[in-house]
């Protein structure tokens, strides 16, 4: 009796280390289900046969296929963009773009990312959790940039954080997730460039 209680004891350990890795493997499929179909054709069944689990791992740990997809954008963006201290508003620039264009790199921001802009128009809760996730993050980045080269007397007292992240970001976003295109040799540092001076103009 003590040595099948003992037995007893130890599955749940056992079972937790299992657990973490049907966890992950659960969310490697969301992300090769998001790839392949989109989120609008995405199904729990599709993902558990990917994950080679059965519907029921899946709802133990989320209760529909938006809570599964929310925690991975959540996940890559908790990986976070440092904020830059360079001493200087075009180094905190060049540094912030080659952090960004790393990032607009990975998977999840080329390829299921925009998927999830467009669903985002249609549900609430995805353009919440995008923008609590990803946007807030960026702009408190974009923050301190400016509010550093203020302190510093680079840039005018009031410039808008909001208007130097679109300066900054928004001509790498294009070029890479919505073109698609490669970057070419020099361009970070011509953006930084054309930043830099476009936000002295005020």
Do not use: C
Request: net charge positive; aromatic share 4%; glycine share 8%.
């Amino acid at each position: 009796m003590t040595k099948g209680s003992g037995t007893a004891r130890r599955v749940p350990a056992g079972a937790a280390v299992l657990r973490e890795d049907v966890t992950d493997a659960i969310r490697a499929a969301v992300f090769d289900e998001l790839a392949a179909v989109g989120f609008a054709r995405m199904s729990i069944e599709g993902i558990a046969r990917r994950a080679g689990v059965g519907k029921t791992a899946v709802y133990r740990r989320w209760k529909s296929k938006l809570a599964l997809v929310l925690d991975l954008v959540s996940v890559f963006a908790a990986q976070g963009l440092p904020a830059p201290a360079t001493g200087s508003l075009h180094g905190d620039i060049r540094a912030l773009l080659q952090v960004a264009s790393a990032a607009l790199r990975h998977p999840v921001a080329s390829q299921v990312i925009p998927d999830l802009l467009v669903e985002s128009a249609r549900n609430p809760e995805i353009a919440d959790t995008i923008r609590a996730t990803l946007l807030d993050g960026q702009q408190g980045i974009a923050a301190v940039i400016v509010r550093e080269a203020v302190a510093r007397g680079e840039l005018p007292e009031g410039t808008s954080p909001d208007t130097a992240l679109d300066l900054i970001v928004g001509p790498l976003y294009w070029r890479l997730a919505v073109v698609r295109a490669p970057l070419p040799k020099g361009y970070l540092d011509e953006l930084a460039a054309s930043a830099v001076a476009a936000l002295k103009r005020g």
